[in-house]
């Protein structure tokens, strides 16, 4: 599988080359604002694959539904195949073969259960999906926040280091949500 690039890459590093230069000048908040941003990207990363994970549990989820709706299917055209035959032996006046009918019951019931598993795979590929979600909305808002950091340098006014932490503080409570399972 492909890495993907991460955006913020580049203003991470710009941000702490703007952090040792801060420290012979004296303007130590930005030493903070590279701390802070660090720490954010390391958020954004783990954020990021459990993302990817649960994509992809959706995914593989969403698949073995459709197996067993294939199967449920399969069952349904057996079954009709059996009541089929009943029908053109009593048509021409015989009788219909017993085990037919006890597999027409047990193919009915089978197919309950199929579909039982189906909906169960497709519930769980929507929480999957649900998570994911949840999860993709903190990793742009964590990269906002390192982007925004990165502007708090370049343009040297605070407030902007201010409204990044604010940016990861969202992003924080949509990681801890997802994280406690909500």
Same mark, same amino acid.
């Given at each position: 599988m492909e890495e993907l690039e991460d955006p913020t890459e580049s203003l991470h590093e710009h941000i702490h080359e703007e952090a040792h230069h801060a420290e012979a000048t004296g303007n130590?908040?930005?030493?903070?604002?590279?701390?802070?941003?660090?720490?954010?990207?390391?958020?954004?990363?783990?954020?990021?694959?459990?993302?990817?994970?649960?994509?992809? %549990?959706?995914?593989?989820?969403?698949?073995?539904?459709?197996?067993?709706?294939?199967?449920?299917?399969?069952?349904?055209?057996?079954?009709?195949?059996?009541?089929?035959?009943?029908?053109?032996?009593?048509?021409?006046?015989?009788?219909?073969?017993?085990?037919? %009918? %006890?597999?027409?019951?047990?193919?009915?019931?089978?197919?309950?259960?199929i579909m039982n598993k189906a909906k169960e795979y497709e519930a769980e590929s929507h929480r999957h999906a649900e998570s994911h979600n949840t999860l993709a909305r903190s990793v742009t808002l964590f990269q906002i926040a390192i982007a925004i950091g990165a502007i708090s340098i370049l343009i040297k006014k605070r407030i902007y280091w201010l409204i990044s932490l604010a940016f990861a503080g969202v992003a924080a409570f949509f990681f801890i949500l997802q994280l406690i399972g909500r």
């Open positions: 130590k908040w930005i030493v903070y604002v590279a701390l802070t941003t660090a720490v954010i990207a390391v958020l954004s990363a783990i954020t990021s694959l459990l993302a990817a994970y649960h994509a992809d %549990e959706s995914m593989l989820s969403q698949i073995k539904a459709s197996d067993q709706w294939a199967y449920y299917q399969a069952k349904g055209i057996k079954t009709e195949i059996l009541v089929s035959d009943g029908k053109l032996l009593k048509a021409i006046g015989k009788a219909a073969v017993p085990s037919d %009918e %006890e597999k027409i019951s047990e193919n009915k019931a089978e197919q309950q259960e």
